[in-house]
């Protein structure tokens, strides 16, 4: 089938899906959607295999399922030319990127009239084949070029999940502003200082984060990045870090217009293959300038790895850092001048809610969760209030913060670590 260019369907399709592979034959890339792409282009036209196709699409993808695909798959395949959305927008600069949309927009209306000349035939089912090519169908390159900025998939959305080579949108819970946080003040800095760097272009060095669980790792990180402007954060999956990560950060290096972020969650650095990420930070190859790994742990990342990021590690939480915290969460609250014995016996009273098993945990976590449960109870307030002007105040129970932290860590490193730890300090002593 040809167009008014000359075209025929398959050279338009291979304008954009085609790739050598090792043996230097063409072909598309794997996934179902390009393996219908390749079967439109070897298709002879009105042939019975026409009718075997359409209908294998309407059983295949549901509803503007096959045009969301092929939309977003020539908006990729444009986009790994060099071209960002602005670019296309002001095609009319370029004769290279002008080529691209104007080829684009022989592709959907070739593909418009396949499937309107598909649905003559007997054997095709019914509106099936109508369907698709009015989908499909363009009236002009602007409003081509409208279309793909639509399928954009970092238009309409900042975090995504990347799984067996997909990104995935997804609705984090509610992100709080960076400056929602309260109590471990250096770490704060930290991270402000980190993403500033990256957010100006000065540095995309890694960031690697340790804590015991319950501080706050993933929604201190989510904020910051998402605080940049045009950032995307990427949710890899932890195994992903052997090898498969480069090929997302080979995707997303093209995309200059926007700051990418990838965080590795919650990862055990003891299985962790690290071979590519030496190679790939610090070693034989770079990161793009647009790219920043963060990794988050619970345990303690290998000193060859701490030399190729900046190492983030939260102080333990104990009595101090619990009122350091609900300090700064009643400044913020509106108290000019919060009363020492106020913040003391807040800290006591979650302490002894957390004795009354109201809480799994002591850490910033189940603090923030009472803070929020007091910050909505103004009999509780007042009456906290009350008793602070009291002759004696109940303080945080430091000996509880000590056995909690003990056994947490005993749990998760062994009886080996309590005794290092234990040694350590009497060193210091």
Not at 37 to 66: D, K, T, Y
Not at 70 to 88: N, W
Not at 302 to 309: E, K, N, V
Request: hydrophobic share 40%; proline share 5%; glycine share 6%.
């Amino acid at each position: 089938m040809e167009n008014t260019s000359g075209k025929t369907l398959k050279e338009l399709l291979d304008i954009f899906f085609s790739f050598p592979d090792e043996a230097g034959e063409f072909r598309y890339r794997s996934g179902r959607f390009y393996e219908f792409a390749g079967a439109l282009g070897r298709c002879e036209e009105n042939s019975p295999q026409c009718a075997l196709l359409v209908n294998a699409i309407e059983r295949e993808f549901s509803e503007g399922v096959f045009y969301q695909q092929f939309a977003g798959a020539v908006f990729d395949a444009i986009v790994d030319f060099g071209v960002l959305p602005q670019e296309m927008r002001d095609f009319e600069r370029s004769p290279k990127v002008a080529f691209l949309i104007e080829s684009a927009f022989e592709l959907f209306n070739c593909m418009a009239e396949f499937f309107r000349r598909a649905g003559t035939l007997g054997t095709v089912i019914p509106d099936a084949a109508e369907s698709l090519a009015s989908q499909l169908e363009v009236k002009s390159t602007f409003e081509l070029v409208s279309r793909l900025i639509l399928a954009d998939p970092f238009a309409g959305n900042r975090v995504f999940r990347w799984h067996d080579g997909v990104l995935l949108p997804v609705d984090p819970d509610a992100v709080k502003p960076v400056n929602k946080f309260f109590g471990f003040s250096g770490v704060r800095h930290i991270f402000t200082d980190h993403f500033s760097d990256f957010a100006g272009s000065k540095s995309n060095v890694p960031l690697l984060i340790y804590s015991l669980p319950g501080y706050g790792k993933t929604s201190m990180t989510l904020s910051h990045a998402l605080a940049i402007e045009n950032s995307v954060v990427i949710l890899p999956e932890p195994e992903d870090l052997n090898g498969k990560w480069i090929e997302l950060v080979n995707a997303i290096s093209r995309r200059k217009d926007h700051k990418f972020v990838l965080f590795f969650d919650d990862i055990d650095p003891g299985n962790v293959d690290w071979y590519s990420f030496r190679t790939h930070v610090g070693g034989a190859f770079s990161m793009p300038d647009n790219v920043m790994p963060v990794m988050s742990s619970n345990y303690e990342f290998p000193a060859g790895i701490l030399s190729r990021g900046r190492k983030l590690s939260y102080p333990v939480f104990d009595e101090l850092r619990c009122t350091e915290m609900i300090e700064d969460f009643l400044l913020d609250f509106g108290l000019k001048r919060p009363m020492p014995q106020l913040v003391s016996l807040i800290g006591a009273d979650y302490t002894e809610e957390f004795g009354q098993k109201k809480f799994t945990e002591l850490s910033p976590r189940t603090l923030m969760r009472y803070l929020q449960i007091y910050m909505q109870d103004r009999n509780k307030r007042r009456t906290m209030v009350e008793m602070s002007m009291g002759e004696m105040v109940t303080r945080p129970d430091a000996e509880l913060f000590y056995e909690f932290n003990i056994n947490l860590m005993r749990d998760l490193y062994g009886e080996e670590y309590i005794v290092r730890l234990r040694n350590e300090k009497l060193k210091n002593l």
